[in-house]
């Protein structure tokens, strides 16, 4: 049994469109995807505001909180929760050169404004983490924007969503690129100097996801690593990606089972979850995948993470620590290895 709680986003259930080719499958209703990830075990979904709201520019600010707590409604009657909503930013018109570091300060008002619905959002369903994935905050040609200027304009945005709600937690979604060039978040490092600049610390953390540690070269046990120590692993998005390329989101563990296994083996060791945080997979199906498949890469995470946490919880650290101490680190990665190959 897994001591874990797990959730998921309803963008993880999709038709299989990419910016080459139309849709595989048949798109799924909302209603139908909560269903289906309570049955999977599931206790928890994560959402974009637009995700909650669709076509959220046409309601007013209170119509918006209705239409929120219709899909509270929905979640209750599943018996699920909300983990975080997360302004999404890049689809608009108007954040076409990004969110709070687009170079037009009305486009910047508008980025603020969502995230102030949001945060409105999740107090109707009922959780207080604010995720931003900072998806065209960045250059996609270096001498359009100072970084230096970018940087201090996302501080000023999150200081400004601190004041708006005083238990609003933000977390911040590093990823280096994709879909700009260079981003201005690109580690769990930059995250966490952010939060330090901010006027209130101590509610803003981070999120880190497997594939976009792996984009920055970085290892993703070690990034979540650096977040626990300092209290600030939030989330995660656990999933995996093939080396340096477009951001994949496999299926967890499938292309690095022993960089999986030392995620799984951290979050276990630090008690990850104790403060009620979720392990989150951010996992999208093959492009060729059948309808009646849609949910199977879910499956498969939620098997790969359960058994990796049972070896983690039953690896040996007296054998560990002998090896240490002998300076006999072979010895203990074939250990590592063999744990994983079901040999011990
Ligand atoms: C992109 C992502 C995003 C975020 C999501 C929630 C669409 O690489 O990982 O998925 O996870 O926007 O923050
Ligand atoms: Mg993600």
Not at 85 to 103: E, F, H, K
Not at 171 to 184: A, Q
Request: with cysteine.
């Amino acid at each position: 049994m897994s001591k874990f709680k797990f959730s998921v986003g309803p963008w993880n259930v999709h038709s299989g469109a990419d910016s080459y080719g139309p849709a595989t499958r048949e798109e799924i209703p909302f209603e139908e995807k909560v269903k289906r990830f309570s049955e999977l075990g599931f206790s928890a979904v994560q959402f974009h505001d637009d995700d909650v709201v669709p076509n959220m520019d046409s309601f007013s600010e209170e119509d918006i909180k209705k239409e929120a707590r219709k899909v509270k409604a929905v979640l209750d009657n599943y018996n699920m929760a909300a983990e975080f909503v997360a302004p999404r930013l890049w689809m608009d018109r108007r954040t076409t050169d990004g969110g709070y570091m687009s170079s037009d300060h009305k486009d910047r008002e508008y980025a603020v404004w969502r995230s102030y619905r949001s945060i409105d959002i999740a107090h109707e369903l009922g959780c207080n983490k604010i995720v931003l994935w900072l998806a065209r905050d960045g250059t996609l040609c270096a001498e359009s924007k100072s970084p230096v200027w970018a940087t201090k304009m996302l501080v000023d945005a999150i200081n400004q969503m601190l004041r708006y709600n005083s238990k609003a937690l933000i977390l911040i979604e590093s990823k280096p690129n994709e879909p700009v060039d260079r981003s201005i978040c690109g580690t769990i490092g930059h995250a966490m100097g952010i939060s330090a600049a901010t006027t209130d610390p101590s509610r803003v953390g981070g999120l880190v996801e497997s594939a976009h540690a792996i984009l920055a070269g970085l290892d993703p046990a070690h990034e979540m690593g650096f977040a626990l120590a300092l209290g600030k692993l939030w989330g995660v998005h656990l999933n995996d990606q093939n080396s340096i390329k477009f951001d994949q989101d496999k299926s967890f563990g499938v292309e690095n089972l022993r960089q999986a296994f030392n995620q799984v083996k951290l979050l276990v060791e630090n008690n990850y979850g104790s403060n009620g945080e979720y392990i989150g997979l951010d996992v999208k199906a093959m492009r060729t995948t059948k309808t009646e498949d849609s949910y199977k890469h879910l499956e498969n995470s939620l098997n790969i993470f359960k058994a990796l946490e049972e070896k983690a919880r039953r690896f040996d650290y007296d054998f560990q620590k002998k090896c240490v101490e002998n300076r006999d680190f072979e010895s203990l990665e074939m250990y590592v290895m063999k744990l994983l190959m079901g040999i011990v």
